[in-house]
C-alpha cells in the first residue's frame, strides 16, 4: 500500500539533526513506507534520492528548484489557499515564499489533496509538535507544525525528549 510520511528539513538544522532525520528515512523507506521531503537542503536531498527512488518524493515549490527534477512541484488553487488561510502576513512577503509554504502544504495533502501524510516528522529547538507549543524558537518548521496540527495531522518533532519512543511505538523503527 502506498503509505506516505512528510520529512520537513531546514538548510539550518544542525549536521546531526539532519543525520538523524536522514536514518529515520532510511529505515521507513526499509519498511516499504514513501518518504515525502522537501527540497531545500541539496545535501540532504542528494542522500535521501540515493536510498530509493520507489519509496522517496521530493518536493519542490516550482519547477527545477535547486537544480532537482522532480514531479512533484506544481502548487495548485487550493494548496496556495490553504497556505494563505493558515499564515497571517501572506500579503507581505514575496512569491518564492508563498510558493515554499504551498509547498509544505502540499506535502501534508498531496498533490492534488488526494493523498495525505500519515504525519510530519520534523525538528525545532523548543520541540513544538502542536500549533499551540509553536513560538519564536521554532523556527521554519513553524508553518508546517502549525498547519499539519492544525488538521488534525500528527507531528512528531524529534526534539521533543520521548519522540524516538514515538518513532519506536508507531513505526517499530
Known sequence: PYIPITIYV????????????????????????????????KEFHERVSGLSGKYTEVFIPWRNFNNIE??????????????????????KIPDSVK??????????????????????????????????????DTGRSAFIIKTASSYGFPVINIGKPNSENILEKIFHL
Not at 117 to 128: E, F, H, Q, R
Open 70 to 91: 522532480s514531479k512533484h512541484y506544481f502548487n495548485g488553487l487550493t494548496c496556495n489557499h490553504l497556505a494563505q488561510k493558515n499564515f497571517s502576513g501572506w500579503d
Open 10 to 41: 531546514d538548510r539550518d538544522f544542525p549536521p546531526e539533526i539532519k543525520t538523524s532525520l536522514y536514518n529515520i528515512a532510511s529505515k521507513l523507506i526499509n519498511k516499504n513506507i514513501t518518504v515525502r521531503y522537501n527540497g531545500d537542503d
Open 99 to 136: 510558493a515554499m509554504l504551498a509547498r509544505n502544504v502540499r506535502m501534508v495533502f498531496g498533490d492534488k489533496n488526494n493523498s495525505i501524510t500519515l504525519c510530519v516528522i520534523t525538528w525545532s529547538k523548543d520541540g513544538a509538535s502542536k500549533a499551540l507549543e509553536v513560538n519564536k
